[in-house]
């Protein structure tokens, strides 16, 4: 197993996670129910349902129904689709990107903090609307502070998730 899929699944669903892909992996073409992963695994089909389900709204497997006509009975056996997982993990480093541009956005204003408390940041606009008085504490003075550090973190963050999106689109 990749060890960016193992991680991920790690992630996920913990140890669980990664005997269940596992159980898939080796049995691949057997239509395995979530009860045979059971009987497989000794996990309990309770966390095994869980962690399918949370792998299937990620799409990294698939449930397929099977009938047996002769038996007339049916059921849902579980598909790896594992090769899903880059995808899944630029999509999850977009979001956290998009996050960090908001917090960039902010932090590129000037900004002014109660000297006091430090409890909240606020624009210059509303600092001023606030007399350059904290509405927290009452007591300290809203003063212009300096995010230059904090800037240059964000963007260096933004950018090391950027290279990893790269590489990730470029491996097949
Ligand atoms: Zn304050």
């Known amino acids: 197993m990749k060890k960016i899929l193992k991680e991920t699944l790690h992630e996920l669903g913990g140890e669980i996670a990664i005997k269940i892909a596992e159980i898939l992996l080796k049995n691949k073409g057997k239509k395995l129910s979530a009860e045979h992963i059971a009987e497989k695994s000794e996990l309990d ?6 962690v399918l389900y949370i792998l299937q709204d990620l799409d990294l497997v698939k449930s397929h129904k ?9 059921y849902f056996y579980w ?18 990107i998009d996050e960090l541009k908001q917090e960039l956005d ?7 903090e109660c000297e006091e408390c430090q409890e909240e940041r606020y624009p210059y606009t509303e600092a001023m609307r606030h007399d350059f008085l904290c ?12 995010n230059t550090e904090k800037v240059k973190s964000l963007k260096e ?16």
Request: aromatic residues 8%; contains cysteine.
């Open 66 to 74: 099977t009938t047996n006509e002769k038996k007339h009975s049916s």
């Open 135 to 146: 509405p927290i504490c009452k007591k300290g003075e809203l003063v212009s502070m300096n």
């Open 79 to 96: 598909v790896p689709t594992f090769e899903n997982v880059n995808k899944y993990l630029i999509q999850k480093y977009q979001e956290n």
């Open 157 to 172: 963050e933004i950018e090391s998730l950027k290279k990893k999106q790269k590489a990730l689109s470029k491996e097949k």
């Open 106 to 112: 902010f932090s590129e204003k000037v900004l002014f």
């Open 45 to 50: 089909i309770k966390d095994i349902r869980k």
